[in-house]
C-alpha cells in the first residue's frame, strides 16, 4: 500500500533524494519548484530516460513491487470474497453489496484520517496499513466469522485504503521529486492498477476453480504481509510532513482543517473536480455492461470484452503519452483531452453492436490520458506540508464519485434504454467538463500573471 514523508519548505529533506547509484544527482542544491539541472552524463545520453529512468530508482522498484503485489492480491480477495458471501447467503443482493463496500467507505476513511499521511513518517503509516489490512483479511479466514462480520472488515479495509494510497502519493515526490519523475512514477502505478484489474479477476477465477474461496482470500494475507516488508526494509525512514503529537480528536481536526484548505483554495479545487468529474460520468457503460450486453444480444464472453476495453485504451494511451511525449507536451494536451475525453460515449446514440462499442469504450479509456500532466500540476499546486491530506482526499473524491456515477447510471437506466443513459453521460459529462476546463484555465497563475517565465512553465504549464 501507499507510503509520505515531508520536508521543510525552505530547504530539501536529508535523504530525500535518490542515491547516487539510484539515479544521477542534481548538480546543484533543490530549489522547490525547479527541476534539477541534469547531470553531465546524462546530457551525453548515459542516463536513463522515461520509464527506465523512474525503475533506475531502487526505492521505486520496492514501492512499485509492493504495489503489484498488494493490488493483486486485493482484486482476488474481491471476487472470492463476493463468491464466499454468496456461498453463505444465496443472496445476490449482498454478493453485490460486497463490491459497493469497497467503494463507499473512501469517503470516511479519506475525510476523518487524512491527517495520518502528513502527522506520522510515511515508511511507518505504509507498513501500519498493509498490516491492518493483513489482519482483517486474516479474521475473514475464520470459519465462525459471520457475514456482517465479512462486510465489517470489507468496509475497514476499504476505509484504510485512501489513507494508505494517499500517503504514497505524497511520498513520491520524495523518492521522485516534484518533476518529470513523479509523473512518469505516478503513471506506472496507474497502469498496474489497470492491468491488475483485468489479470487479477482472471487470475481470481482460475484460481476458485482450484482452491475454495477462504483458500482464495488467504493470497491477500500473503501479498499484504510481503508488501509490508517491501516497503519496510525497501524505502527509507523520513520525518513526518506535519508535526506528530495530540490525541485522536487533534487529529481528526487536522484532517477535517486540511480538507477545508485544500478545498478552500480555487486552483486546488479546480484541479481536483478535474481528476474526478470526467471518471464519474465515463464508468457509465461500465456499470451497465450486464445490461447492454443483454440489449444487443451479446454473449457472456462478449460481456467481458466489454467490461476490458475501457481498460485497454487507458493502459495503451497512458504508456504511449508517458513515453513519447515531453513534459511540456503532456501539460499541453491536459485541457483538450479531458475536455474531448467523453465524447466517444456520445456514440452509443446509434445502439452500437459490439465491434463498435468495444471501440467507442477503448477511445474512452484512452481520454483518461490527461492525468498524466494534470498529477504535475496538483503537485505544484498544493503545499508540502499539506500534500498527504491533500492526495488521500483525491483519493478518496476520486473513488466515491465513482461509486456515485455508477449508482446514478443505474438509476437512470430504470427509466430509460441503456444506450440513451450511456450516450447522455457521454453528453453531460463533455458539457460539465468544458466548464471546469475554463475554470482550470483561469486559476493558472501564469496567465494570471501574463508570463511565463521557467517557474510557471515548470510548474503550471496550459494548453497555450
Do not use: K
Amino acid at each position: 500500500m501507499p507510503n509520505d514523508s515531508p520536508a521543510p519548505h525552505d530547504a530539501p529533506a536529508p535523504n530525500d533524494s535518490p542515491t547516487p547509484h539510484d539515479a544521477p544527482a542534481p548538480a546543484g542544491p533543490a530549489v522547490p519548484g525547479v527541476l534539477p539541472a541534469p547531470a553531465p552524463g546524462a546530457l551525453a545520453g548515459a542516463a536513463p530516460r522515461g520509464y527506465r529512468a523512474v525503475f533506475a530508482v531502487r526505492e521505486f522498484r520496492a514501492v512499485f513491487a509492493a504495489h503489484l503485489l498488494s493490488l493483486l492480491g486485493v482484486v482476488v480477495s474481491e471476487l472470492a470474497l463476493t463468491v464466499l458471501v454468496y456461498d453463505l447467503t444465496g443472496s445476490p443482493l449482498l454478493s453485490a453489496l460486497t463490491f459497493a463496500l469497497g467503494l463507499l467507505p473512501y469517503l470516511i476513511g479519506g475525510t476523518l484520517f487524512a491527517g495520518v499521511a502528513d502527522r506520522y513518517p510515511a515508511r511507518r503509516v505504509l507498513v501500519v496499513c498493509d498490516l491492518l489490512c493483513a489482519a482483517c483479511v486474516a479474521v475473514m479466514l475464520v470459519p465462525a466469522t459471520p457475514v456482517a462480520g465479512l462486510l465489517a472488515l470489507r468496509c475497514l479495509v476499504a476505509a484504510i485504503a485512501p489513507v494508505f494510497t494517499g500517503t504514497r502519493m505524497a511520498a513520491l515526490t520524495d523518492i521522485l521529486g516534484e518533476g518529470d519523475l513523479y509523473v512518469l512514477g505516478r503513471s506506472l502505478l496507474r497502469i498496474v492498477s489497470q492491468s491488475a484489474m483485468l489479470i487479477g479477476f482472471g487470475a481470481g477465477g482460475v484460481l476458485l476453480t482450484v482452491v475454495s474461496p477462504r483458500g482464495a482470500i488467504a493470497v491477500t494475507v500473503v501479498t499484504f504481509l510481503c508488501s509490508a516488508a517491501l516497503l519496510r526494509f525497501g524505502t527509507r525512514d523520513r520525518p513526518a510532513r506535519g508535526g506528530g503529537g495530540g490525541g485522536g480528536s487533534t487529529l481528526l481536526r487536522e484532517s477535517l482543517s486540511g480538507a477545508r484548505l485544500v478545498l478552500g483554495d480555487r486552483r486546488i479545487r479546480a484541479l481536483l473536480l478535474l481528476f474526478w468529474l470526467p471518471p464519474m460520468f465515463v464508468v457509465a457503460p461500465e456499470a451497465l455492461a450486464a445490461p447492454y450486453a443483454d440489449a444487443i444480444g451479446a454473449s457472456p464472453a462478449a460481456l467481458g470484452l466489454l467490461l476490458c476495453a475501457m481498460a485497454v485504451g487507458h493502459i495503451g494511451a497512458e504508456l504511449y503519452v508517458g513515453s513519447a511525449l515531453s513534459s511540456r507536451n503532456r501539460s499541453r494536451i491536459v485541457l483538450p483531452v479531458a475536455a474531448l475525453g467523453l465524447l466517444p460515449l456520445v456514440g452509443y446514440a446509434v445502439l452500437p453492436g459490439l465491434p463498435l462499442a468495444l471501440v467507442l469504450l477503448a477511445l474512452a479509456g484512452a481520454g483518461a490520458a490527461y492525468v498524466i500532466g494534470l498529477d504535475q500540476w496538483f503537485v505544484a499546486a498544493v503545499p508540502q506540508e499539506l500534500r498527504g491530506r491533500a492526495m488521500t482526499l483525491l483519493t478518496a473524491g476520486l473513488m466515491t464519485v465513482q461509486g456515485l456515477g455508477m449508482a446514478l447510471a443505474g438509476l437512470a437506466a430504470e427509466f430509460f434504454p441503456v444506450h440513451q443513459v450511456v450516450a447522455g453521460s457521454g453528453i453531460i459529462g463533455t458539457v460539465c467538463t468544458l466548464l471546469l476546463v475554463a475554470e482550470v484555465r483561469g486559476t493558472d497563475p501564469a496567465r494570471a500573471s501574463g508570463t511565463d517565465g521557467r517557474d510557471g512553465a515548470d510548474r503550471h504549464v496550459t494548453s497555450r
